[in-house]
C-alpha cells in the first residue's frame, strides 16, 4: 500500500477534479446538482453592449446584435436607454422569448407637497390607502380559472415524457404567465401614481418570506391547517404585496419608510385605543372605546401614514425607517 501510494505521488499536484483515496485511488468528484427547470431560469446575458449593436426598424420593432447569432428582431415596447451597458434574454415558461437592456432609472419626482400615506396590504384588498382608496389585483377571470383547474386535472393524468403531457404543460404555463403579466403590469402603475402623488410613503416592515413558510411539518412532527396555510399563502403571493413594496422603493427613492406592523390594525385612529373586539371582521372595525367606525383596512392604513406602531404593552412605538438611502444634510442659512 506504501509502495503504490509512492507510485501515484503525481496524483497530488492533479486538478482538483479527482480527490485521491487513501491507498492513492482517485475518486471522481460530485458534480453539483442543477436546481434550474425547463423554461424557468433559462436564458443568457451579454455585457459591453454597443450603441450600434441596437437600431430601430420602424414603430414597433427594433434589432439587437447578439454574438453568434447575428441580428435579432424584438418588439420595440420602449426606448432604450442610452446607458445601457449589457442586455439579457430570457425564456420564460409561457414559451416566449424576452430581452432586457440593464439600465438604472430615474426616479419619480414627488408633488412637493409633503403629503404623507400609508398603505395597508391584504389578500381580500390588495393595498389600501389612507385616503380611503381600495386597490385590487387583476387576477384571471371566473373562465380562466376554471380552464386553469381543468387543465391542472388533465396534467396530473397525463403521462411523464408524452406530446401530450408537453402541450397541457405550455397550456398551463401561459395561464399563469398571464396572471403574473397583470400582477406586474398592475404593481408598476399603481407604485408609479402614489409615487407621484405623495411625498411621504409608508408601509407595514413585513417579512414576506417568513409568513409564505410551509406549514407542512416534517413526518414525525407533521403540520395543522395545512391546506388553510396554503390557501393563505398562495394569496399573499398572488397580490403582489413584495413586488409593490419594493417597486416603490425604486421609484421613490429616499420617500418610503418601513413602519413596525404590531397592532395597526386593532388601534383605532381616532383615538388610539387598542383591542382585538374593536375588529369585528374582515372589513368592519368599530372602535370599542369611541364607536368610530371605518374599514378595518383603511383605519390600519390611516394608522401606518401616522407612523404609529404599538407596543404589546400597549404604548406607542417610534416608527423608524429602515430601507432609506442616506439624505443629504441641510445647507446651513
Same mark, same amino acid.
Request: glycine residues 10%; positive net charge.
Given at each position: /500500500? ?14 482538483? +477534479? ?20 425547463? @423554461? ?5 446575458? =451579454?455585457?459591453?453592449?454597443?450603441? $450600434? ?9 427594433? !434589432?439587437?446584435? &447578439? ?31 424576452? &430581452?432586457?437592456?440593464?439600465? &438604472?432609472?430615474?426616479?419619480?419626482? @414627488? ?7 400609508? &398603505? ?6 390588495? +393595498?389600501?390607502?389612507?385616503?380611503? !382608496? /381600495? ?8 373562465? !380562466? ?8 386535472? =388533465? ?8 406530446? $401530450?403531457?408537453? *402541450? ?7 395561464? *399563469? ?23 411621504? %410613503? ?8 417568513? /409568513? ?6 416534517? %413526518?414525525? +412532527? ?13 394569496? %399573499?403571493? $398572488? ?5 409593490? #413594496? ?23 385612529? #381616532? ?11 374582515? #372589513?368592519?372595525?368599530?372602535?370599542? #372605546? ?11 392604513? *390611516?394608522? %401606518? ?13 417610534? +416608527?423608524?425607517?429602515?430601507?432609506? !438611502? ?8
Amino acid at each position: /500500500m506504501a509502495s503504490r501510494a509512492r507510485d501515484n505521488a503525481w496524483l497530488g499536484g492533479a486538478v482538483p +477534479a479527482a480527490h485521491p483515496r487513501a491507498g492513492g485511488q482517485p475518486v471522481a468528484r460530485r458534480r453539483q446538482r442543477d436546481r434550474r427547470k425547463a @423554461g424557468r431560469n433559462e436564458g443568457f446575458r =451579454i455585457v459591453h453592449l454597443k450603441q $450600434r449593436d441596437v437600431r430601430r426598424l420602424n414603430r414597433h420593432w427594433g !434589432e439587437v446584435k &447578439i454574438p453568434k447569432a447575428g441580428w435579432v428582431r424584438f418588439r420595440w415596447s420602449r426606448a432604450v436607454p442610452g446607458n445601457a451597458k449589457s442586455f439579457r434574454v430570457t425564456y420564460d415558461r409561457a414559451g416566449r422569448w424576452h &430581452i432586457a437592456f440593464a439600465a &438604472i432609472p430615474a426616479p419619480v419626482d @414627488g408633488p412637493g407637497t409633503g403629503e404623507a400615506v400609508g &398603505i395597508d396590504r391584504g389578500i381580500a384588498v390588495s +393595498a389600501a390607502l389612507s385616503t380611503g !382608496e /381600495m386597490l385590487r389585483v387583476p387576477g384571471l377571470t371566473a373562465a !380562466e380559472t376554471a380552464r386553469l383547474r381543468r387543465l391542472q386535472r =388533465i396534467l396530473a393524468r397525463a403521462r411523464r415524457g408524452s406530446r $401530450r403531457r408537453r *402541450k397541457v404543460k405550455q397550456a398551463v404555463g401561459r395561464l *399563469k404567465a398571464r396572471d403574473a403579466d397583470r400582477r406586474k403590469d398592475w404593481c408598476e402603475k399603481t407604485s408609479t401614481d402614489i409615487a407621484r402623488r405623495f411625498d411621504v %410613503i409608508r408601509v407595514e416592515d413585513l417579512s414576506i418570506k417568513s /409568513m409564505t413558510r410551509s406549514a407542512r411539518g416534517t %413526518i414525525g +412532527a407533521p403540520g395543522r391547517n395545512v391546506a388553510a396555510k396554503t390557501a393563505l399563502n398562495r394569496g %399573499i403571493r $398572488r397580490s403582489g404585496w413584495g413586488l409593490l #413594496a419594493r417597486r416603490l422603493e425604486d421609484k421613490a427613492r429616499g420617500r418610503v419608510q418601513r413602519v413596525n406592523p404590531a397592532f395597526t390594525s386593532q388601534r383605532c385612529s #381616532a383615538c388610539g385605543h387598542v383591542a382585538s373586539e374593536s375588529r369585528e371582521s374582515q #372589513a368592519l372595525f368599530r372602535c370599542v #372605546a369611541c364607536a368610530y367606525t371605518d374599514n378595518a383596512d383603511v383605519n390600519a392604513a *390611516k394608522n %401606518i401614514a401616522a407612523g404609529h406602531a404599538v407596543t404589546a404593552r400597549g404604548g406607542l412605538g417610534i +416608527a423608524r425607517p429602515v430601507n432609506r !438611502e442616506p439624505q443629504p444634510a441641510p445647507l446651513a442659512s
